[in-house]
């Protein structure tokens, strides 16, 4: 498990020494003598963790932490940030070996990538020259005067010298004006010498430089005006540069002083302790990774893939946080920038942030999670309205001029369902104290603007920026938010003593979930949205999923959309579309109208978990589970194309949201694990894969406590065993059901409870498909248990022939077990599917005899 061992590091006390240049203009008076050296060679962290898998030149990787990051492709080219300011662009590197004439491109050696929680490796090998670039962002304070290094380890069969090359860029995070491609200058300092960037900003300048290295193509005056890119020549030495690593380094001016011999002295004086301090750079880095476990939570079952994604979705999460003027924020994503100012999604969403949440509060960060909703609060509109998008240099314009702050409406009943679950998780009574009339504000303002008692759009859109059938005005997204909030609010309010509120609240949920019900149509769907004269959008979407979210909601009779939402018509192999594939104007690579986002994968796969469909809940889980590997490694990517297995050019490929649809669907849907300290209960009702003989959840938030849960299988049961490290009052609830009636069980530390299961149980297999796949994989349709069997309905391409699992957890049936409409083999069931056209659908049904009771005497 990922606990205060998973993340065990081979590095020692001795780290490296990097020294980081000052920023001084030819002329310039030094404070202090500060020189830049190679630093000798020390081992880098290894973890049970590490990703190690070959470069794929078309994949990106990122490397990210508070206050910068290193976003490029697998090919080793990269941009380097220092927040909010992209520094420099398309690094790529070239060697030239002694008595070797041939020129080597490194990038295209590129083979092997290795990702740590704390750095990232990519490793170029020739038969003559091998070449590693380690790369790690920051944590801590001293990360506000570079966000990122990046140290280059070298080994050769001969002398060589290599030319790192780039573009220099200083230009600010959108939408911030900037002033043109920097001016370069080749200037000594501290010994060495590097290259001065200067802008058209006097305020804006900054150094690039590498400790030994020279500098490439430096036009004289003469030469006609031409752009050449800027070079370091490094000459190589195997006898005696082996073991060092040559670190690039670059820092920028904070854009409150213009450039004068005070203002480049102060900043030397920094570097000069950054200088001093780098050995606890890496150090504080690696430690903030190795302790991250401490007290989050950590899964050990037998699926070891399934474990280390929903470690590396916390950490993903985690590697979110921007530090911003003494506040922390969540950003949306990240993703190399390339000609635009925009690093990914790289700033600040509300809608982005209040749906994360919910994983954050799952594996138990209540700091972060109060930093992240503060946060939000500070930028709440007068009228209650919550913030919608907010960029790191939001303060460089004026943004309130500008049309994104506030322009969709769903972060404000999100922000009140958010608000709800960090205090059910943390107990955190006081924190709502403090902020309940921020609570208040965002209900009233949902309640201000809305029609026959749902919100409706006339205040901010609500999922979609554009619909073909034209703009809607109320979506069922939004009213399932509404009603959400409004029973969050209602219990809220009940908490603090507010019983008009409450009473108030929980009335207009009735009527919300009442309005709700007339959404569905004739087909068994529920509508997309409501129109102004009382017609419906019929458009099948996968946005009504969102209405089983916090487990308290359902809408009647939904069979049939289940269905649908498993079949080939909305699920693929990677993913679930966001709209029908039969309608008219789906698109399979359209932002809103056919792609796959593992967002929408999530919320269907909690609506299956939560409404008795786990083994598609399984399906679509594991979906974005094995999203971990196949793009960033580490990450989960925005979005996919709804034809072929292969993101879309422009995804986000480090995106918050989608890393969170790994850890809620995990955590509250598969384990079935959610807290409520105001009422003293623990949620158990897991449904666990067959092949899972036992799990074991560890530093499960409960308040301030944090729990060991263990499940194991026993015949027809799972025990559940729950210890904690003090005393705590606990009542463990193993129904889906919440009644919402305060524990009166005594304070223990260890509380056992026993979950009746099925006598027979099936699994599918899952796995993504190669790059560039259709969907081909069998589906569960529906499944069905009757008083002695279990009818699956199937789904897979026409003539193929599929296995799935099954397990029989009473001994005793085993001999009485019939399968028809498919052939049993031992454990196995053989389904062969008929020919036809595409996707044929098929009715396995397993059939038992009860299991005889023992005669008493």
């Known amino acids: 498990m990922p606990g205060k061992e998973m993340i065990r590091r081979t590095s020692r006390n001795e780290v490296v020494r990097v020294c980081l240049l000052m920023l001084l203009a030819s002329g310039a008076v030094f404070a202090q003598e500060a020189k830049l050296a190679p630093v000798p060679r020390f081992p880098l962290s290894e973890s049970p963790l590490g990703i190690t898998q070959p470069a794929q030149p078309n994949r990106p990787f990122t ?170 020549k490094l000459h190589f030495d195997p006898k005696t540069d082996s073991n060092l690593y040559f670190p690039l380094i670059a820092a920028v001016s904070d854009g409150t002083d213009g450039k004068n011999v005070e203002s480049l002295a102060a900043l030397e004086n920094n570097v000069a302790k950054i200088c001093a301090d780098i050995p606890a750079l890496y150090r504080n880095t690696e430690q903030y990774y190795s302790h991250f476990f401490d007290d989050k939570l950590t899964v050990e079952s037998p699926d070891q893939n399934f474990n280390r994604a929903v470690s590396w979705a916390e950490i993903a999460i985690d590697q979110m946080q921007v530090k911003r003027k003494g506040e922390t924020g969540l950003a949306a994503g990240w993703y190399s920038s390339g000609d635009s100012a925009r690093p990914g999604f790289g700033w600040f969403f509300g809608r982005d942030t209040l749906w994360s949440l919910y994983a954050i509060d799952s594996y138990g960060d209540f700091p972060l999670a109060r930093h992240s909703l503060e946060f939000l609060m500070k930028r709440q509109r007068a009228d209650g309205k919550m913030m919608h998008e907010y960029s790191q240099t939001a303060n460089l314009v004026d943004w309130a001029s500008l049309p994104y702050e506030y322009a969709s409406a769903d972060a404000t009943p999100l922000f009140v369902m958010a608000m709800e679950d960090y205090v059910r998780a943390s107990g955190d009574v006081a924190f709502l104290r403090q902020h309940w009339d921020n609570v208040k504000r965002a209900y009233a303002f949902t309640r201000a603007h809305d029609s026959g008692g749902i919100y409706d759009n006339s205040e901010g859109t609500g999922w979609v920026e554009s619909w073909p059938p034209g703009m809607p005005h109320q979506e069922i997204y939004l009213a399932a938010l509404d009603e959400q909030s409004s029973e969050a609010i209602s219990r809220m309010a009940h908490l603090l003593g507010d019983e008009k509120l409450s009473i108030a609240a929980s009335r207009q949920a009735a009527l919300i979930r009442t309005h709700l019900a007339e959404y569905r149509q004739k087909d068994g769907f529920y509508a997309f949205s409501r129109n102004a004269n009382g017609t419906y959008d019929t458009t099948p979407t996968i946005f009504p999923s969102v209405t089983w979210w916090t487990g308290r909601l359902t809408l009647p009779r939904t069979e049939n959309m289940f269905r649908r939402w498993a079949s080939d018509e909305f699920s693929t192999d990677w993913g679930t579309r966001a709209v029908s594939s039969r309608v008219s104007f789906y698109d399979p690579i359209n932002y809103h109208q056919g792609s796959v986002w593992p967002l929408f994968t999530g919320w269907v796969a909690m609506a299956e978990y939560r409404s008795g469909h786990p083994l598609a809940g399984y399906s679509h889980l594991m979906e974005n589970v094995d999203l971990t590997w196949s793009q960033d490694p580490g990450a989960v990517t925005e979005l996919l194309s709804g034809q072929y297995f292969e993101p879309l050019g422009r995804s986000t490929s480090h995106q918050m949201w989608s890393s969170a649809m790994v850890v809620s669907p995990a955590v509250r849907g598969l384990l079935g694990i959610e807290a409520d300290v105001t009422h003293n209960d623990l949620r158990i009702s897991p449904s666990l894969p067959v092949t899972w003989d036992h799990v074991s959840v560890h530093n499960v938030p409960f308040g301030n406590n944090r729990l060991d849960v263990d499940m194991k299988r026993r015949g027809a049961g799972l025990v559940v065993e729950v210890r904690s490290k003090m005393p705590e009052t606990l009542c463990l609830v193993t129904s889906v059901s919440d009644t919402d009636v305060p524990c009166r069980q005594p304070a223990a530390m260890e509380h056992t409870a026993v979950i009746r299961l099925r006598p027979v149980e099936m699994s599918i297999p899952q796995s993504l498909p190669l790059p560039g796949s259709q969907t081909a994989h069998v589906k569960v349709i529906d499944e069905h248990y009757g008083r002695n069997s279990l009818a699956l309905t199937l789904e897979a391409p026409e003539g193929s022939v599929h296995t799935v699992r099954m397990r029989v957890n009473v001994p005793s049936v085993r001999a009485h077990i019939k399968v028809e409409g498919a052939v049993r083999k031992g454990d196995d069931v053989v389904v062969a599917f008929p020919d036809g056209r595409g996707f044929q659908t098929k009715v396995v049904t397993i059939s038992w005899e009860p299991a005889q009771r023992k005669k008493s005497r």
């Open 63 to 232: 490397v990210v932490g508070e206050h910068g990051g290193i976003f490029g492709q697998q090919d080793g080219s990269f941009e380097l940030w220092s927040f909010p300011m992209k520094i420099l662009r398309r690094f790529r590197i070239t060697a030239e070996l002694a008595n070797y004439p041939v020129p080597i491109d490194i990038n295209q050696q590129a083979s092997v990538i290795h990702v740590e929680p704390d750095h990232t490796t990519i490793t170029y090998s020739h038969a003559a020259i091998t070449v590693k670039q380690h790369m790690f962002a920051i944590r801590g304070k001293l990360g506000q005067i570079t966000g990122a290094i990046v140290l280059f380890q070298i080994a050769a069969t001969r002398p060589a010298t290599l030319t790192f090359q780039f573009d220099p860029e200083l230009e600010r995070a959108w939408p911030a004006p900037n002033f043109g491609r920097p001016s370069a200058s080749w200037e000594k300092f501290g010994g060495d010498a590097g290259y001065v960037l200067n802008t058209d900003n006097p305020l804006i300048f900054g150094v690039v430089a590498m400790p030994r290295a020279g500098p490439g193509i430096l036009p004289p005056y003469q030469e006609r005006p031409k752009y050449y890119p800027l070079q370091f």
